[in-house]
């Protein structure tokens, strides 16, 4: 079975990548994680809707959160104002 090409639509000045369902999957169920440059996070990480976020400072903390989410988050200029404006919780 041949794979359609891998798309990009450009949004601003970011290009997302189109996934096939296949490869939704397959990412859904290996997970994601990147290191992030942040005086704050030293890493960020994705699966089964919950973000793992690992804190320079010590400490590791899972928060739910979509896949979308989690890549918005590790494209922020400011890791640490994105995630203290939109995952940490308030309360």
Do not use: C, H
Request: proline share 4%; hydrophobic share 35%.
């Amino acid at each position: 079975m041949a794979l359609a090409p891998i798309a990009r639509i450009a949004i601003g000045a970011v290009a997302k990548k189109i996934l096939s369902k296949a490869e939704q999957d397959a990412e859904a169920e290996r997970g994601l994680s990147t290191f992030v440059s942040s005086s704050a996070i030293r890493q960020i990480s994705w699966k089964d809707e919950q973000i793992t976020v690992v804190f320079n400072r010590g400490g590791t903390y899972s928060y739910p959160g979509s896949r979308e989410l989690y890549q918005d988050f590790v494209s922020a200029p400011s890791k640490g104002q994105y995630f203290n404006q939109y995952i940490r919780p308030t309360g």
